[in-house]
């Protein structure tokens, strides 16, 4: 199968994106504008008000992508042709039970060693565990 570009789908990934930025931006642009008296009330205002936008554009979203979905399965499965045979799975049902089995008890194992190197890290080097954990931890994880 092939899977192919969908323009409507790009658009409100990128309208989600950018309502998304927008909703950090500009309370902090309003908290950092204003004076501390009328900081504290109209930037709660702003952000309930860009919080239940947001959930309203997140639900509006899931609408939108369950009826994309719908409709292309239903163009895929017009397009195939009836005549195709199933394709066999490469590994049995047992043999995935199995290796997510061993695969999960050593994801665990390497957990334990990375905790334990990260609290010996933030000692050595005395930086808070805290930043170490949501601040290095995922830039390393995501260049490797």
Not at 59 to 77: D, I
């Amino acid at each position: 199968k092939e899977q192919v570009f969908d323009k409507g789908n790009a658009i409100v990934s990128s309208g989600m994106l950018l309502m998304a930025v927008m909703g950090l931006l500009f309370p902090t642009l309003l908290r950092y504008t204003h004076s501390e008296i009328q900081a504290g009330s109209s930037v709660l205002s702003l952000s309930r008000l860009t919080s239940c936008v947001m959930l309203v554009a997140y639900a509006a979203y899931l609408f939108f992508q369950l009826k994309s979905q719908l409709s292309s399965c239903e163009k895929m499965n017009q397009n195939e042709e009836t005549s195709e045979a199933d394709e066999d799975p490469e590994i049995s049902k047992w043999e995935a039970i199995i290796w997510l089995s061993v695969l999960t008890a050593w994801v665990s194992l390497l957990s334990g060693y990375l905790v334990d190197a990260i609290e010996g890290a933030s000692v050595s080097w005395k930086i808070p565990i805290s930043f170490i954990s949501v601040i290095l931890l995922p830039i390393v994880g995501n260049a490797a």
